[in-house]
């Protein structure tokens, strides 16, 4: 049987509370009730998403960039308010929000943004906004 696609997602962190303390304060994400103690699960659809401490064996100090090459996108319905506010806190800004026209091109918008955490895993934020196409008239 195949994969049938994402089921749970999970980030290895440094810092379990500065890291937690990051994506709730500036992406809004709320802790879950549930989950191990080594861990914290956000309450986040349709895909769980989680931090958790380094598994043993894993060396994130031999490393510059967590977690490179793999790219973790969260939905977020106000990308440039949260922009704003990782700059104002003085985050590292990989890529300001940006429109792509391949979603324009169909009637709407994607707006992106990246940004490294608190550990420096890239989180990417997306907002897409499709409109409904206006009723041609023909005379």
Known sequence: MPATGPDFISLQVRDLDASQAFYEQYLGLVRSQAGPPHAVVFETTPIAFALRDIVPGTDLASVA???????????ATDVQAIHDALVAGGHTIV?????????????????????????????????VVVRARAAVRSS
Do not use: F, Y
Request: charged content about 15%.
């Open 95 to 127: 890529s300001a929000p940006i429109r792509w026209m391949e979603a324009v091109k169909v009637g709407g918008r994607r707006i992106a943004d990246a940004v490294h955490d608190s550990t420096g895993n890239m989180c990417s934020l997306n907002h």
């Open 65 to 75: 960039q967590p977690g490179i090459g793999a790219a973790i996108w969260l939905h």
